[in-house]
T-cell receptor, first 112, second 114 residues
Framework: GESVGLHLPTLSVQEGDNSIINCAYS??????FIWYKQESGKGPQFIID?????DKRQGQRVTVLLNKTVKHLSLQIAATQPGDSAVYFC???????????FGTGTSLTVIP | DAGITQSPRHKVTETGTPVTLRCHQT?????MYWYRQDPGHGLRLIHY???????DKGEVSDGYSVSRSKTEDFLLTLESATSSQTSVYFC?????????????FGDGTRLSIL
């Protein structure tokens, strides 16, 4: 199996600052990782993914870093905006099946 | 947004009654999933389907059954609802193909069992 945890349940940042959200996983056989954003009353929305053969991937204002040695994943949001306020969680897939394991989420609040 | 519609969006019912939640997709994706989301827990897989009439259990399948008679529809049934099944239920779809692909989610059904 797999267990997935996020380091902080809540995070507050000033508008324009960078945000870093962390996730730890337990299974070294995990090989595919996703970050989701969930706004109140809505379903999780895909942000960015990364496979285990990479250690960094960039999207628009977001970067995901993967450290397989310590089994740690982070999401960096550049120039955080009020619209970024939401719950963010990671999903981890092991190479033994097609079941994702989800973290509990970090609630990001952007202060104008 | 992925073409996923969940119905109903909200439901309140009583203990012991049967409940069916519907997930409808317009993406023709092969895989469909049902999750529940509860405070203090990450999304937990109830059941999933890898094709018409092909389903399998997830980690919290007790008390739930599913059916998939068409590619586009995946039904979740609580035969006799209990208060512990009060939750927000999410449907997801994916089409892994030759490599892993992300799951895309509907907007959920909030189910309250009194």
């Amino acid at each position: 199996g797999e267990s997935v945890g996020l380091h902080l349940p809540t995070l507050s940042v000033q508008e324009g600052d960078n945000s870093i959200i962390n996730c730890a996983y337990s299974n070294s056989a995990s090989d595919y990782f996703i970050w989701y954003k969930q706004e109140s009353g809505k379903g999780p929305q895909f942000i960015i993914d990364i496979r285990s053969n990479m250690d960094k991937r960039q999207g628009q204002r977001v970067t995901v870093l993967l450290n397989k040695t310590v089994k740690h994943l982070s999401l960096q949001i550049a120039a955080t905006q009020p619209g970024d306020s939401a719950v963010y969680f990671c999903a981890v897939l092991t190479n033994t099946g097609n079941q994702f394991y989800f973290g509990t989420g970090t609630s990001l609040t952007v202060i104008p | 947004d992925a073409g996923i519609t969940q119905s109903p969006r909200h439901k309140v019912t009583e203990t012991g009654t049967p409940v069916t939640l519907r997930c409808h997709q317009t993406e023709n994706h092969r895989y469909m999933y049902w999750y529940r989301q509860d405070p203090g827990h990450g999304l937990r897989l109830i059941h999933y389907s890898y094709g018409v009439k092909d389903t399998d259990k997830g980690e919290v399948s007790d008390g739930y059954s599913v059916s998939r008679s068409k590619t586009e529809d995946f039904l979740l049934t609580l035969e006799s609802a209990t208060s512990s099944q009060t939750s927000v239920y999410f449907c997801a779809i994916s089409d892994p193909g030759q490599s892993n692909q992300p799951q895309h989610f509907g907007d959920g059904t909030r189910l309250s069992i009194l």
